[in-house]
């Protein structure tokens, strides 16, 4: 699973894909694959969390022979949209299988006036 999805090196994996733990299996059919010019768009039947960031992505099952790197954008139920720059296989299957990676999206702190550092020049 590691060499699919990097980014997961040193985190602990549960190894299950029970759909009562993770929800919904995640499929691509027909025309909901299209690739062109650098540019993947996979849509996917299922809503994933709003709040939450694609961190990386795999194609189990997939050969990475002839891969490139594309920005890829994953669409959902819900029609929002998260892009990430991936390594996408030469031979894509419309049906196959994907794996995401995702991270909730932490809001920025908002800084208060009191903890601004203030220097004045004279």
């Known amino acids: 699973m590691f060499d699919m ?3 997961l090196k040193g985190v602990t994996v549960t190894r299950t894909f029970e759909t009562t733990t993770w929800g ?3 499929h691509a059919s027909g025309t909901d694959v299209v690739a062109a ?3 993947v768009v996979v849509q996917v039947d299922a809503a994933l969390p709003l709040h939450s960031a694609l961190l990386d992505v795999a194609f189990p099952g997939t050969h990475l022979a002839g891969a490139t790197m594309a920005d890829l954008t994953v669409v959902d139920l819900s029609r929002h949209r998260r ?3 991936a390594e ?3 031979h894509l299957t419309v049906t196959g299988t994907i794996a995401l990676a995702l ?3 932490i809001p920025p702190r908002t800084t208060s006036s009191r903890s601004v550092a203030r220097t004045v020049t004279a």
């Open 5 to 7: 999805l990097p980014s």
């Open 24 to 26: 919904t299996t995640l």
């Open 37 to 39: 010019h650098g540019r």
């Open 83 to 85: 892009t990430l720059h």
């Open 88 to 90: 996408v296989p030469a």
């Open 103 to 105: 991270s909730p999206v």
